[in-house]
């Protein structure tokens, strides 16, 4: 899989480093990305 130029593509295993879930801080407001018993990820506010 190839990304355009400036962007970084990295697993989501690299994100949850072996969890199920992560929280991610962006502009003062906390997401969960989390991983569903099928493979999908869900990211929610």
Excluded: C, F
Excluded at 15 to 29: M, P, R, S, Y
Aim: hydrophobic share 45%; net charge positive.
């Amino acid at each position: 899989m190839s990304a355009p130029a400036g962007v970084r593509i990295l697993p989501s295993s690299a994100l949850l480093q072996g969890g199920k879930a992560v929280d991610i801080e962006h502009n003062g407001a906390v997401y969960r990305l989390q991983a569903t018993r099928l493979g999908k990820l869900i990211l929610t506010k």
